[in-house]
């Protein structure tokens, strides 16, 4: 299992990670199996969407915005209720498929980091299966 950090510019983004994943699994010589790339916080998540277009990541998060907005009343004391509810509907994690040493995505797929508490110091797993 390989640990990547990374750091959030602010509350709420999309980071592309897809190349740090395919070195790390092109570090692991695997040739076929399946890749885990796994979130351990709360407030984040992982998935996989458009990577051509920018408009996308900032249409994701300008929805989940105006759907689970931080000032609705919500009893968590922490102020980042909103931030769990959007982890929870992304997902902590996203399975790859590993085949002759890399990664299948669709010809339009990048792999993201969500953040929807930022900025902070976050970190993301990937354990291949092979």
Not at 23 to 29: L, W
Not at 37 to 55: F, K, L, Q, R, W
Not at 87 to 112: D, E, H, K, M, R
Request: aromatic fraction near 6%; glycine fraction near 8%.
């Amino acid at each position: 299992m390989t640990e990547q950090r990374i750091k959030t510019p602010s509350r709420e983004c999309l980071i592309d990670i897809t190349e740090q994943v395919k070195t790390i699994i092109a570090k692991a010589v695997i040739n076929d199996g399946i890749a885990v790339v796994y979130c351990p916080h709360t407030t984040a998540g992982i998935t996989i969407n458009e990577g051509a277009d920018p408009s996308v990541k900032s249409d994701i998060v300008r929805f989940l915005r105006d759907m689970i907005p931080r000032t609705y009343p919500f009893d968590h004391g922490e102020g980042n209720s909103d931030a769990h509810i959007k982890a929870s509907i992304i997902g902590s994690s996203a399975n790859l498929i590993v085949q002759n040493g890399g990664i299948i995505l669709g010809t339009w797929q990048s792999i993201y980091f969500c953040e929807f508490d930022g900025p902070r110091s976050r970190k993301f797993l990937v354990k291949i299966i092979g």
